[in-house]
């Protein structure tokens, strides 16, 4: 069930069915992002997005002022966090720090693409939209 997308209105949405378009930065492989909610859904403070990187994938090498606080569904891999490369697999809750480098990458194995939730607040600190928000 879906309602329509407007401030203060209800939402179920099924991760299976939300439509995903590639991620397009500077040193992606292999990464789609789908926005479960979100700015266009009318919420005011945090979106939520799905995504899906292939084996062998990985999203950019990055940081920017706002966290991220993800739930890895399904999948093995690592984050690059704190300085160092950190195995992660289902089940695992990660929170990234504003400002602190970080990256997504799917092991080449049997295992299926790394699927990841990935929170976001729709607003950088500095008041900007947060992209894929
Ligand atoms: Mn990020």
């Known amino acids: 069930m879906t309602t329509d ?11 299976d069915e939300t439509a995903r378009t590639p991620v397009k930065m500077d040193g992606v492989q292999g990464a789609t992002m789908a926005v479960m909610v979100g700015r266009a ?3 005011p403070h945090f979106a939520m997005r799905q995504f899906a990187v292939e ?4 999203t950019p ?3 920017h002022d706002y966290e991220h606080e993800v739930y890895v569904v399904s999948g093995t891999g ?3 966090l704190g300085g160092r490369e950190n195995p992660v697999r289902g089940g695992d809750v990660i929170y990234v720090p504003a400002n602190e ?6 092991t080449q194995d ?9 929170m976001v607040p ?3 600190n500095c008041g900007g939209p947060v992209p894929g928000s």
Do not use: K
Request: with cysteine; net charge positive; charged share 20%.
């Open 55 to 58: 084996p062998g994938g990985h």
């Open 61 to 63: 090498r990055h940081r």
């Open 122 to 124: 729709v607003e950088q």
């Open 41 to 43: 859904d009318g919420a």
């Open 101 to 106: 480098e970080h990256q997504f990458r799917s």
């Open 5 to 15: 997308a407007q401030a203060g209105t209800v939402l179920i949405r099924n991760i």
């Open 110 to 118: 049997q295992a299926g693409p790394l699927r990841f939730l990935c």
């Open 78 to 80: 690592t984050v690059f």
